[in-house]
């Protein structure tokens, strides 16, 4: 019985860390595109810059009313994760890290 309980306790800490892993990446990416909504405007245009530049324009047209506020969190949300990759992907490795033996 105690054989069972003990495997059972090592099985579902998996799922804990597996957890706790998930929340840090989903917490740390609402984090950054909180902040980058807040910088948004010269977020966009620091990447937009040279594009608009040559359109001789300084703003952009939107044809909807919700359409600006869709691209901004669209934008915010993006530029989040891609922030967030090295973040991401040294939390998978070390995931599957503990895992593994030192030889494999």
Known sequence: ???YFILFRK???IFFELKYRLFYIFFSILITSFFCYILKE???YILIKYLLYNMSS???IFTKLTQILITYI???I???L???IPFILGHIFYFF???LYKHE
């Open 1 to 3: 019985m105690l054989k």
């Open 11 to 13: 099985f579902f800490s």
């Open 42 to 44: 010269q977020l966009i």
């Open 58 to 60: 300084h703003r952009f």
């Open 74 to 76: 669209k934008f915010s």
């Open 78 to 80: 993006i530029l989040g």
């Open 82 to 84: 891609i922030i967030n």
């Open 97 to 99: 890290n503990s895992a």
